[in-house]
């Protein structure tokens, strides 16, 4: 049975946890002080620990490094406010597992402690030439990083008002910017986080067999189909079904998956017996299918179906409040997963990161701040670690934004008339999504 300390001043929020946390099969310990934590950890050993970051006489970061001493295999989760988001970051860098804002949901802290019950925590080899560092925890690249900007606050918002309920949902925003961490995040403060979250890119799979993973087959339906097989339907039965970039789907497979959402029940290729379903349906694109419905590329009643509940994501360069948040996170990130120490940004570095426009977004930023910690050799990220093109990107951003304007609503014009106003086209003569041309539209106030 796993160990817990609860760490929490709140008496009868403490008290709440730890009856909810040994309904569920753990053994849970708790403490309401530092000294009184210091004592337990010093005494006891913990597979997970709980903190509150806000304590009497201090906080629950100030216990890390006894924690990474005495016992380097135990896990620490912090609980936070939006006022103590970047203190809880910053104890990542220091070997936290991770941090749950307040207020959660009793399924959300269970999905995040289960997470780091999975989590391996392998210590760093030592000799007598090697500086002592934390152990090193190997983490599952899902953690949700919630902004204190405007728009990660609605962002968060909309995901705790419809993640309790069953409604499909609809992300929309543009490439990276997070869509699939967003619907685990949906499924793991839902009903149905202790059952799977299967993501399927619809981009990637093949025409040819599209049906045969979403529904599954039989032995011997077709060349190839060796053995029996479970579809991803089948695969997500009693959780959630994300489908990324379902726009790419044919009109063959969109009237497929129209039908087992609205009857709950599928056939695998093959076979006449039918299999009860019950999944919920998350989808996302980075495409405006609305327009795509008008265009007679997808079916109208399949997005009502999607529907229900619409987020869109915002960009990165639509969060500038929180790019340092962000950075910061993903710092703390590579240093665990590439066993370095790079725990600064310097000044200029700082101003390069805000300043540049990020058009990958959060995957962009991950890959780029990844680079960098391996390129740096001191505990401050200085200008030189970041790739060429994030530093230039950075130097010439006003410059570029202005001369882009001067050409960019005539660019736009001339494609929709070479086109006859048909967006797709245009979109595609342009080299930009729909969405983008949309949005462009919309900015220059183009009467089209």
């Known amino acids: 049975m796993p160990k817990i300390l609860i760490i929490e001043d709140d008496t009868a929020f403490c008290q709440m946890l730890q009856k909810f946390l040994a309904k569920n099969g753990f053994d849970v310990s708790t403490s309401y002080s530092i000294k009184e934590a210091e004592d337990l950890i010093s005494s006891s050993t913990f597979d997970i620990i709980l903190s509150d970051v806000r304590l009497p006489k201090g906080n629950g970061v100030t216990l890390l490094p006894q924690v990474k001493r005495d016992s380097p ?3 620490v989760i912090l609980m936070t406010g939006y006022a103590e988001v970047k203190t809880a970051v910053n104890a990542i860098k220091k070997g936290a597992f ?8 009793p399924e959300a802290i269970l999905a995040v402690i289960k997470e780091a ?33 405007e728009k990660s606050k609605k962002l968060q918002q909309y995901i705790e008002l419809v993640a309790p309920t069953n409604m499909s949902v609809l992300l929309t925003g543009e490439s990276g910017t997070g869509k699939e961490v967003t619907a685990n995040s949906i499924h793991r403060a839902s009903n149905r986080s202790d059952k799977p979250f299967i993501a399927v890119d619809c981009g990637a799979i093949p025409k040819e067999i599209a049906t045969s993973e979403f529904f ?8 190839g189909a060796i053995d029996d097989k479970k579809g991803h339907f089948e695969a997500a039965n009693g959780g959630t079904l994300f489908l990324d970039e379902v726009g790419n789907l044919s009109y063959e497979h ?3 998956l129209l039908r087992a959402i609205q009857e709950r029940k599928i056939k695998r290729v093959g076979s006449t017996q039918e299999i009860l379903v019950d999944i919920r349906i998350i989808a996302a694109t980075n495409e405006n299918l609305l327009e795509a419905v008008e265009e007679g590329d997808f079916r ?17 360069r639509d969060r500038k409040e929180d790019i340092l948040l962000f950075a910061d996170y993903f710092l703390a990130r590579s240093n665990s997963e590439l066993n370095k120490n790079v725990l600064y940004f310097s000044e200029e570095t700082k101003r390069i990161l805000m ?3 990020w058009p990958g977004n959060l995957r962009e930023m991950k890959n780029v701040i990844k680079r960098a910690v391996l390129f740096s050799n001191t505990e401050t990220m200085l200008p030189t670690a970041l790739a060429d093109e994030v530093v230039d990107g950075a130097s010439n951003h006003k410059e570029l934004v202005f001369s882009k304007g001067d050409f960019e609503k005539e660019r736009i014009l001339d494609a929709l008339k070479q086109t006859n106003f048909n967006k ?23 009467d089209v």
């Open 117 to 149: 019950l999975n989590t391996d925590v392998i210590e760093a080899k030592i000799d007598d030439k090697t500086p002592k560092k934390a152990p090193i925890a190997e983490r599952k690249p899902v953690g949700f990083l919630k902004g204190q900007g």
């Open 254 to 256: 969109q009237v497929q």
């Open 73 to 75: 295999r135990t896990q």
């Open 355 to 357: 300043d540049y426009d």
């Open 300 to 316: 109208e009643d399949l997005y009502h179906r999607l529907n229900e509940f619409s987020i869109e994501v915002p960009s990165l």
């Open 424 to 446: 797709s086209k245009a979109a595609k003569l342009l080299q930009i999504t729909r969405k983008t041309l949309y949005n462009k539209i919309n900015q220059y106030q183009l």
């Open 216 to 223: 599954g087959h039989v032995k011997g339906s077709f060349t």
């Open 98 to 105: 991770d941090y749950i804002s307040k207020p959660f949901t």
